[in-house]
């Protein structure tokens, strides 16, 4: 297997529409893009103030005009609502190419595609050739790779839709598993919330766990983050019991320990990373830790999205003076 990344997949995919435009057009022709010819193909191009780059960029005649369209890719995970938004500025058309069995984006005007639907094309259609082949054979193998399918099976628990102004992206890495982070948009204030959704099993049984962090930019004992803990956590009817997990994760300063216990946030809620995030990253985050043991995890994630969306409600009430925060 030649192609690993997805960068190397979308460089190949450029080639194999650049060697052959009637193969892009015939693509886009099957995507419904009324298309009567494409005259070039560029790879990882600017595309927006100065620091965007599409990851495939195709000059086509569509109706007699010239217009732009945009192929943003993943191989493992939905293309970032945001990201297309952006893109959408700079395009006539873009595509969302990921996957079959996830999601397409919910944004008017995105073309949805899938790699295995064009790597069919590209292996069967009259562009067929050997060299062509061979690319659409690379890209099956790379999607079909385990560290990818651990990631797509990652990536299909996402909730659909995601709240608004919600981004997604999925991480893998050789040391620590794979995880699945959801984001919530971030207050002026520097607040937000956070999913991670974490498969660490390696093949093995073992649970999967969604953590839900109330995070902030400014302290890991931030008024407003253990504030609005403290209200979720009497509030919250949101999750099941069973999958609370108890304890305490790691050793919180004494002046962690102290904003949880003055704002009545029970020890299952202080899971999350401290000081010492806030000194390496840049950001300290706090929340309760949901796990599965065994079952369909669907309902997990959607549990641990839906208290996210209350933590929120609660971090803006704090932040906007609708709720009293303890210092």
């Given at each position: ?7 190397e ?12 435009l009637?193969l ?18 560029r790879v ?29 890719a ?8 945001s990201q297309?938004?952006d ?12 996957p ?17 639907d064009?790597?069919?094309l ?14 659409a054979d ?9 560290a ?7 990536a ?6 995601l709240?608004?102004?919600?981004s ?6 050789k040391?620590?598993g ?5 984001t ?13 959704v974490s498969?660490r ?26 504030s609005?803990?403290?209200?979720a ?24 320990t ?6 009545q ?17 840049g950001w300290?985050?706090?929340g ?12 997990l994630v959607?549990?641990?999205v ?7 409600r ?12 303890c210092?």
């Amino acid at each position: 297997m030649l192609l690993t990344t997805e960068t190397e997949a979308t460089r190949a995919l450029a080639a194999a529409l650049l060697r052959s435009l009637s193969l892009a057009r015939d693509w886009l022709r099957h995507l419904g893009v009324p298309c009567d010819a494409v005259t070039d193909v560029r790879v990882e191009e600017i595309v927006l103030d100065g620091e965007r780059r599409a990851d495939v960029r195709l000059d086509v005649f569509v109706a007699g005009s010239v217009a732009v369209l945009t192929v943003e890719a993943k191989l493992d995970a939905p293309v970032d609502v945001s990201q297309l938004a952006d893109t959408k500025r700079a395009s006539d058309v873009v595509v969302s190419l990921v996957p079959a069995g996830i999601a397409p984006p919910v944004l008017s005007g995105v073309v949805a595609a899938t790699w295995e639907d064009l790597v069919k094309l590209m292996q069967r259609g009259p562009h067929a050739d050997a060299v062509t082949q061979f690319l659409a054979d690379e890209l099956m193998l790379l999607l079909d790779s385990p560290a990818i399918r651990r990631r797509r099976r990652l990536a299909a628990l996402i909730p659909a839709p995601l709240p608004s102004n919600w981004s997604c992206s999925v991480v893998g890495n050789k040391a620590g598993g794979d995880l699945l982070i959801l984001t919530g948009p971030e207050m002026p204030s520097g607040q937000w919330v956070q999913v991670e959704v974490s498969d660490r099993s390696r093949g093995q049984r073992t649970p999967l766990r969604a953590h839900v962090l109330a995070c902030s930019r400014s302290s890991a004992t931030d008024p407003v983050v253990w504030s609005a803990l403290g209200h979720a956590a009497g509030r919250s009817t949101l999750v099941p019991p069973e999958h609370v997990a108890h304890g305490q994760r790691g050793r919180r300063t004494p002046e962690e320990t102290s904003a949880a216990a003055v704002n009545q946030v029970p020890a299952s809620w202080t899971y999350g990373y401290g000081q010492n995030q806030l000194t390496r990253w840049g950001w300290a985050g706090f929340g309760p830790r949901l796990e599965l043991i065994e079952g369909n995890p669907e309902p997990l994630v959607a549990h641990a999205v839906n208290l996210a969306v209350a933590i929120d409600r609660e971090l803006a009430a704090v932040a906007d003076g609708g709720r009293a925060a303890c210092p």
